[in-house]
């Protein structure tokens, strides 16, 4: 395999907490040198963030945090400022999720970097965007509420729910991968750098999927349905004899599949349940028919049956039986970074003509700042 295709890339990292750490992870992954800034003393706030503690610091720390450096650097100090600036300047990557304008009197805002280091692709991760929403806190589990996330989360009789991670700040890490990428081919192109800028409530947005094209079409605001489908049905939870499965029947083949597996095979000649449009109508009479089929079978029973008919099913499980499920099918979803740390999930993309980086422990707070300050002090 040829070398990682981020080789020689240098990353500095002015991020803290999930969407910016993660982004910055995932080039190093991809072989990017990741130097980490952090504030003296506290470091990233996710280091005390717990219990759990793991390594160095917090289990939420460690998630994020793989394969980097770190140094320590209060950008108020005339000196440690100038390191930064220098570092800055020397990067081709420069991420930060700060408070938008705040960087500005540091000299690190993203006019000022671009002006010294114009091949820069600067990367800057808001909650509402640079505009009016600037002043607005950018959290995840505020944008999972105000960007409507929450009001499609959760049972149709109960309060909204978030989602049971920090979703939003991954997708914008996600999205703020993508945009690194895209303008370093650009700038491959070009010789230019540029701003890239991606904000929590947009990556949301984006990713409303069918629930935000709904809208859009009908003007009807989605609502929360549980484990239910809007569209598609028999796509949910079912209740057997000894716990829940997930079925997710996408087509009237696969419907006919499933009646006959479950010993009812009149319901899919039933009119009420013989389209998709149908069953969606009629999703009530058509749960209480499939659970009441499915009261005497059990869980595992009935999976393994409609996997046979090719009926898309599986066992609610749990994070402990998922990461089970993925070794169990040859996934390799785990990655050891040394002694004294948990493992990691691995880099969850695999390439055939090159290989993600193998993975090293999260750094301790400073841990490479001594041999940092030095290469820095000595660049021209």
């Given at each position: 395999m040829s070398r990682s295709p981020?080789?020689?890339?240098?990353?500095?990292?002015?991020?803290?907490?999930?969407?910016?750490?993660?982004?910055?992870?995932?080039?190093?992954?991809?072989?990017?040198?990741?130097?980490?800034?952090?504030?003296?003393?506290?470091?990233d706030d996710t280091r005390a963030?717990?219990?759990?503690?793991?390594?160095?610091?917090?289990?939420?720390?460690?998630?994020?945090?793989?394969?980097?450096?770190?140094?320590?650097?209060?950008?108020?100090?005339?000196?440690?400022?100038?390191?930064?600036r220098t570092l800055a300047a020397r990067a081709d990557v420069v991420l930060e999720n700060f408070r938008t304008g705040s960087l500005a009197r540091y000299g690190?805002?993203?006019?000022?970097?671009?002006?010294?280091?114009?091949?820069?692709?600067?990367?800057?991760?808001?909650?509402?965007?640079?505009?009016?929403?600037?002043?607005?806190?950018?959290?995840?589990?505020l944008v999972q509420a105000v960007g409507g996330l929450m009001s499609i989360?959760?049972?149709?009789?109960?309060?909204p729910r978030k989602v049971g991670v920090a979703l939003v700040d991954l997708l914008a890490a996600k999205d703020a991968v993508i945009?690194?990428?895209?303008?370093?081919?650009?700038?491959?192109?070009?010789?230019?750098?540029?701003?890239v800028e991606v904000d929590l409530l947009s990556s949301l947005l984006a990713s409303l999927a069918n629930q935000a094209s709904s809208f859009l079409a009908t003007g009807d605001a989605p609502h929360a349905?549980?484990?239910?489908?809007?569209?598609?049905?028999?796509?949910?939870?079912?209740?057997?004899?000894?716990?829940?499965?997930a079925v997710a029947v996408g087509s009237d083949r696969q419907f006919r599949a499933l009646a006959a597996v479950l010993g009812v095979p009149a319901l899919a000649d039933d009119p009420r349940f013989a389209s998709n449009g149908a069953r969606v109508g009629n999703r009530a009479e058509l749960i209480a028919a499939l659970e009441g089929a499915l009261a005497s079978m059990p869980v595992d029973d009935a999976v393994e049956r409609m996997?046979?008919?090719?009926?898309?099913a599986g066992r609610v499980g749990d994070i402990p039986s998922a990461f089970a499920l993925a070794q169990s099918l040859g996934?390799?979803?785990?990655?050891?970074?040394?002694?004294?740390?948990?493992?990691?999930?691995?880099?969850?993309?695999?390439?055939?003509?090159?290989?993600?980086?193998?993975?090293?422990?999260?750094?301790?707070?400073?841990?490479?700042?001594?041999?940092?300050?030095?290469?820095?002090?000595?660049?021209d």
């Open positions: 981020l080789d020689g890339l240098l990353v500095a990292d002015f991020s803290r907490v999930l969407a910016g750490p993660s982004a910055s992870m995932w080039l190093a992954d991809l072989g990017a040198r990741v130097i980490k800034v952090e504030r003296p003393g506290t470091g963030f717990g219990p759990p503690w793991a390594g160095t610091s917090s289990a939420y720390f460690e998630s994020a945090n793989r394969s980097k450096e770190s140094i320590a650097l209060d950008l108020a100090e005339p000196d440690d400022q100038a390191l930064a690190l805002d993203a006019a000022t970097v671009l002006s010294a280091n114009p091949r820069a692709i600067y990367c800057s991760i808001t909650g509402f965007g640079s505009g009016a929403g600037a002043h607005l806190p950018g959290y995840d589990f989360t959760g049972d149709p009789d109960g309060e945009g690194i990428l895209a303008a370093l081919r650009h700038r491959d192109a070009t010789g230019v750098g540029q701003h349905m549980g484990n239910q489908h809007p569209s598609i049905a028999p796509y949910e939870t079912l209740r057997a004899s000894d716990g829940m499965l996997l046979a008919a090719g009926v898309p996934l390799d979803p785990l990655v050891d970074v040394g002694e004294g740390h948990p493992a990691q999930v691995r880099h969850p993309v695999r390439y055939s003509a090159f290989a993600a980086v193998p993975p090293t422990a999260p750094p301790g707070l400073d841990a490479d700042g001594p041999a940092l300050r030095a290469w820095l002090s000595a660049i």
